[in-house]
């Protein structure tokens, strides 16, 4: 998913693009934000981007407005914050102590660690465990996304299945611990996270006073306000079987987080010709296998829509489609690998096709 943009950004250009040391090229070039309209306004409107390599992608941020320095910094810094007690790379940070401390001990975390540890497990229960922020054991097996990626013999699949169980993630609100009961087993917020990241970036601007930008952290899009029109911002939603920054159409939508899961994102191809890529199955140990390539989902919350993206890609299309047509605040849009799309009642609403050889089923 990407979003698109019209106006005269003082920064954006390409600079998404720019290489990352710390990243893998094709990660920085995700997303990015079509901002149409704004080149309507009778004043040519003033807005700055500001980018920044954090939580595994590179997060941009754009606002319109007046200068805004002290508030790329404060949202840049908070994220910084979240990295830094949520990432499973960071061996300090809390979810690295909780892991680390396996079959062990319970482990002392930050308030808002606990929070998002009890929303994932809250997305877990939802989904019968299709989310499954215990799902660390099967992450590091595959490595995908890493120069070790490949695939695990069948004997390590099944040894990292018996360490997946989220029932035995051990939450103590009072003592604000948590506990993984069995040795081996390991957090990974890497669906979720990046959202909740997002929120709090989101909540900080809006502090300092940002009416209207775009937030896009690799994919997870969440915008500010409306254009200076009043019409929504116009998010490209990434073409899944083309190259990166290619969108097959757009969701409009104001102060709203639109979030996408894909095989596209982080993947390796296995000898026999298989698309093995992140979003893993807890079912089986492998990457889900459903017909589906992406699931994109857009919410007030950027956190909800994160969650929800990997749940209902994870939960495939029926069972994705029901719970995404009863669950309030949410709209989603599922692209089958033979371009066929299935949306939510909502999402019909606010997504326009621009691509023709996808194509619309009228349902389920
Ligand atoms: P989503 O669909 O939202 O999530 C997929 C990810 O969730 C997978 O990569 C895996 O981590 C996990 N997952 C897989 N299957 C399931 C499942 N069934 N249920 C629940 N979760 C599942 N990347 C780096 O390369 N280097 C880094 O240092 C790094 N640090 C990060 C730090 C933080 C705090 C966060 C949030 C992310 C970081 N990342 C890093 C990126 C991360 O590893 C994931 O690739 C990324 O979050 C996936 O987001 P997505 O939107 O593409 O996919
Ligand atoms: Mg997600």
Redesign the pocket.
């Known amino acids: 998913m990407r979003p698109i943009s019209s106006d005269k950004t003082k920064s954006a250009g390409n600079a998404k693009n720019r290489p990352c040391s710390l990243?893998p090229a094709r990660r920085l070039l995700r997303a990015s934000l079509l901002c149409a309209g704004l080149a309507a306004c009778s004043q040519r409107p003033q807005s700055l981007t500001r980018m920044e390599p954090l939580?595994?992608?590179v997060c941009s941020i754009t606002l319109h407005g007046p200068a805004q320095e002290d508030a790329f910094r404060k949202a840049f810094d908070r994220v910084r914050e979240?990295?830094n007690r949520?990432?499973v790379?960071i061996p300090e940070s809390d979810i690295g102590r909780v892991n680390a401390a396996a079959g062990k001990s319970p482990v002392p975390v930050a308030e808002e660690t606990l929070a998002l540890v009890e929303k994932g497990l809250g997305f877990a229960r939802l989904s019968g465990g299709?989310?499954?922020?215990a799902?660390g054991p099967l992450?590091t097996l595959w490595g995908i996304?890493t120069d070790l990626a490949a695939v695990p013999q069948d004997a390590d699949i099944a040894a990292a299945l018996g360490r997946i169980d989220f029932a035995k993630v051990a939450v103590n609100e009072t003592e604000k611990t948590i506990f993984l009961q069995e040795p081996g087993m390991a957090l990974?917020?890497?669906?979720i996270?990046?959202g909740y990241a997002a929120d709090e970036a989101a909540r900080i601007l809006r502090q300092q006073g940002a009416a209207r930008g775009v937030i896009d952290f690799g994919?997870?899009i969440l915008v500010l306000g409306s254009r200076s029109d009043g019409t929504g911002w116009r998010v490209g939603v990434q073409n899944p079987v083309q190259d990166r920054g290619q969108y097959f159409g757009v969701i409009t939508a104001s102060n709203a987080a639109v979030v996408s899961?894909g095989v596209y994102?982080?993947f390796f191809i296995a000898p026999d010709g298989r698309r093995c890529h992140?979003?893993?199955d807890?079912q089986t140990g492998a990457p889900v296998r459903n017909g589906l390539v992406q699931v994109t989902v857009t919410a007030g919350s950027s956190t909800e829509a994160?969650a929800f993206?990997?749940t209902l890609?994870?939960l495939g299309l029926q069972a994705g489609m029901e719970l995404a047509e009863k669950t309030e605040g949410i709209e989603a849009l599922f692209v089958t690998e033979d371009k066929r799309l299935y949306a939510t009642r909502g999402m019909k609403e606010i997504f326009s096709l621009s691509d023709r050889s996808f194509a619309f089923e009228p349902g389920l």
Do not use: C, Y
């Open positions: 990243f939580i595994g992608t979240i990295e949520m990432s790379n299709a989310f499954n922020i799902v992450v996304g990974d917020l890497g669906a996270a990046k994919g997870n899961s994102e982080r992140h979003i893993l807890p994160d993206s990997t890609f994870v």
